[in-house]
């Protein structure tokens, strides 16, 4: 029997968007399509929040949902709650993923993380405020990110392509994707999930990397280069003590790299601040569940949308 309230958290990222139900029993995952970054938010997170009670039958009260790319517009936890109104869900709460992310890496520590998967943001909370670094998508930003390797990784296959630049053994990898390489940029356009398969090239470049190609590895010492800046921008913004080391956490799939993972260390190593690389304590899911119980006094409060 159920004593405690039922909660549906939510990771939505642009690749996929993970689901648990948790109350007093085992919890339960689901897997469903990323979000459309190009399409209204809330109805798509209603839309999985349905499907999700439907095939669970669960008591649900609460629903939490950290998500790529939220906008202050769309942080509405009331307008969520409406679009859920018949499901027996009293309580809802919206946060950008980043929120997510830290508490399910650091829970109550002070230090960073760095979230880096298709886009990548960093976040630093200390003693009473937070920092945000980057997140800015893969337009303007999300510089070190999947996308981003991505998108370095094909311009360098179109430099050697068309004689700009060095051979590359990544010329290989792209024409198993684009037989006919002159043609692979109108395939992308064309694309609804072009982001995603763009980023996916990032695993492409962490194996070439590892097998030494000079493009490779560049593009990986740009990325940890990036990612590094970001941590070390959100710590010196961030109130946090100077007489211990500064946690640092490293999530997301970027970091499979374990040349990026290196050169990302010998990066944070040379810039001067105490730094502690840890190992997170969970995932963004964890922290979508951790949402339903944040203090309002809690740094990253006031960043979070409640209703109900």
Do not use: N
Not at 42 to 49: D, E, H, K, R, T
Not at 83 to 89: C, D, E, R, S, Y
Not at 105 to 121: E, P
Not at 276 to 290: F, K, N, R, S, Y
């Amino acid at each position: 029997m159920t004593t405690g309230p039922v909660v549906l958290a939510i990771d939505a990222g642009q690749t996929g968007i993970k689901t648990r139900v948790q109350g007093d029993g085992p919890a339960r995952e689901d897997v469903f399509p990323g979000i459309r970054t190009h399409a209204p938010l809330l109805p798509q997170l209603a839309q999985v929040a349905r499907a999700v009670l439907e095939r669970t039958h669960a008591p649900v009260s609460t629903v939490t949902a950290g998500v790529s790319g939220l906008t202050s517009a769309e942080a509405d936890a009331g307008a969520l709650r409406s679009l859920l109104a018949g499901t027996g869900v009293t309580r809802t709460v919206l946060s950008h993923d980043s929120t997510t992310a830290f508490l399910g890496a650091l829970g109550d520590a002070r230090g960073a993380v760095v979230a880096a998967g298709t886009g990548v943001v960093t976040l630093a909370v200390g003693a009473s405020t937070m920092a945000r670094v980057d997140g800015w998508g893969y337009l303007i930003g999300d510089a070190g990110s999947g996308y981003w390797i991505g998108r370095e990784a094909l311009d360098a296959v179109m430099r050697d392509y068309d004689g700009r630049g060095p051979a590359t053994t990544l010329r290989s990898a792209a024409e198993e994707r684009w037989p006919v390489l002159s043609e692979a940029y109108i395939d992308l356009q064309s694309r609804d999930d072009r982001v995603a398969v763009i980023a996916s090239l990032a695993a492409v470049v962490a194996a070439h990397a590892g097998a030494g190609d000079p493009a490779a590895e560049a593009i990986t010492a740009r990325a940890a280069g990036e990612l590094a800046r970001s941590v070390t921008t959100a710590l010196r913004r961030a109130d946090l003590a100077d007489d211990r080391a500064l946690a640092v956490c490293t999530v997301g799939g970027v970091f499979r790299s374990a040349a990026l993972r290196a050169a990302f260390a010998a990066d944070i190593a040379a810039s001067g601040l105490d730094i502690d690389l840890v190992a997170p304590a969970g995932q963004g899911l964890d922290g979508a569940v951790a949402l339903a119980t944040l203090a309002p006094e809690h740094p990253l409060a006031a960043s979070v949308s409640v209703s109900g």
